[in-house]
């Protein structure tokens, strides 16, 4: 009850409307069964509706540079159910000035009232003129203006952009379009390196670069494609395995198709671009050949590949096992004016791999690191044997040496 009870004080025309109920209650207990209620027999009433919108009627080819006043309150008197009703619900009822056919200037013209209810009820607007700035309506065309907001990423940059339409055409009134410089429009390329699409809003400014209000532009919008300066370079693919195949084979051949790519993107991005490595691929316990495919990994942000995937073939075919001897040992680190010496000179590195050509000792390097051995001072040194692509190694005799630096 007692939100009720704060409704209706809160609520004008519900209040108004409560009041009316009373009324009529009253009256019709007070009235013969046989005898017809009127609205016009009824107490007159007048009740004021606020902020009624002024709307100007004007040409096509003209346009409301100003209007005084733009809402006006009226007053509507009649019986109190009429009133009532129109309190309750007056949306459609409008005040208007007609200024068709009326010359540039200012003008003073009445205000009418439209749309009104067809029950007996008087309308009095409390505005009777309004004063109007009539300006003609005109179109200029002007060539439109991008602006690109931030950083575009690095090594990337912009081409020539085409936006694909000649002008924008301005309309307002006229000394409102003789403000307008230019229509911009203004695109993010914040870390963008290749070509992409936008829209873009044309906005109108003054000389000063301020928006000019009460025009407007043809088009609005617009989709323009931005392009980034690009290259293409020619990139070899470089395949790689890990892991020793099952006894006897060995890895023969790796080879990779396509041999090489085609990588387009901004132009200083790909300068000097090394060759793409594929992922390694297992030739653990292989025992034939097998083929594979890889995805290409994209060398630089933004590129494009002219192929996203690359297939590798690892041959693997039965090898011989040969021993090299008398690999020598070479010293790497050592200080100048310091003799070292090793407990042995040379290796023996048995080897897994094709039977010809045959291997001899200078094919193979095995060496020692001495390096931070100060003179007076002795350390034991893993001797380190690299061999030739494809064969692999099985065992190395003297694999750590005694190396001792001579004072």
């Not at 025309?13 to 005898?35: D, G």
């Not at 963008?192 to 003054?206: E, K, L, M, N, Q």
């Not at 003179?375 to 005694?402: C, D, F, L, M, N």
Request: some cysteine.
């Amino acid at each position: 009850m007692k939100k009720a009870s704060d409704f209706l004080q809160s609520n004008l025309t519900a209040r108004l409307v409560s009041v009316l109920l009373a009324v009529m209650l009253w009256y019709v207990v007070q009235s013969s069964s046989t005898q017809s209620i009127s609205p016009a027999a009824l107490t007159t009433t007048t009740a004021v509706l606020h902020g009624i919108p002024i709307h100007a009627r004007i040409s096509p080819d003209m346009a409301v540079l100003g209007q005084n006043p733009v809402k006006t309150d009226v007053s509507v008197s009649g019986g109190l159910l009429s009133v009532a009703s129109v309190q309750v619900a007056y949306g459609n009822l409008q005040a208007v000035v007609n200024a068709r056919g009326l010359k540039p200037g200012v003008h003073e013209l009445p205000v009418t009232m439209i749309n009104l209810p067809t029950h007996a009820t008087t309308y009095t607007p409390q505005v009777k003129h309004v004063t109007l700035d009539l300006r003609p309506v005109i179109d200029h065309a002007l060539k439109p203006t991008l602006r690109f907001q931030g950083a575009v990423s690095a090594g990337a940059q912009l081409a020539h952009v085409n936006m694909g339409i000649s002008h924008v055409v301005v309309r307002g009134p006229d000394v409102d379009v003789h403000r307008v410089r230019a229509v911009v429009g203004t695109i993010s390329v914040v870390n963008r390196g290749s070509t992409f699409a936008a829209h873009v809003t044309w906005v109108p400014v003054d000389q000063n670069g301020a928006v000019v209000g009460g025009v407007q532009c043809s088009p609005s919008t617009s989709m323009v494609t931005v392009p980034f300066r690009q290259t293409s370079v020619t990139v070899p693919l470089v395949a790689s395995t890990f892991g020793i195949p099952a006894f006897p084979y060995y890895v023969a051949s790796v080879q990779v198709l396509p041999h090489t790519i085609q990588v387009t993107g901004a132009s200083a991005a790909l300068v000097n671009l090394p060759p793409i490595a594929l992922s390694p691929m297992n030739v653990a316990g292989l025992q034939q050949t097998s083929t594979i495919t890889k995805t290409i990994p994209i060398p630089v942000a933004g590129a494009h590949l002219s192929s996203v995937t690359a297939t590798v073939t690892v041959t693997v075919v039965p090898g011989v096992r040969t021993v090299v001897q008398h690999v020598p040992i070479v010293i790497r680190g050592a200080t100048s004016h310091v003799r070292y010496r090793l407990s042995t000179s040379t290796v023996d590195v048995a080897l897994f791999g094709p039977q010809s050509p045959a291997l001899t000792a200078q094919d193979l390097e095995a060496s020692v690191q001495v390096q931070g051995l100060a003179a007076g001072q002795s350390t034991r040194e893993t001797v380190t044997v690299s061999v030739p692509a494809p064969w692999v190694i099985q065992s190395v005799t003297h694999s750590v040496v005694h190396v001792s630096a001579l004072p």
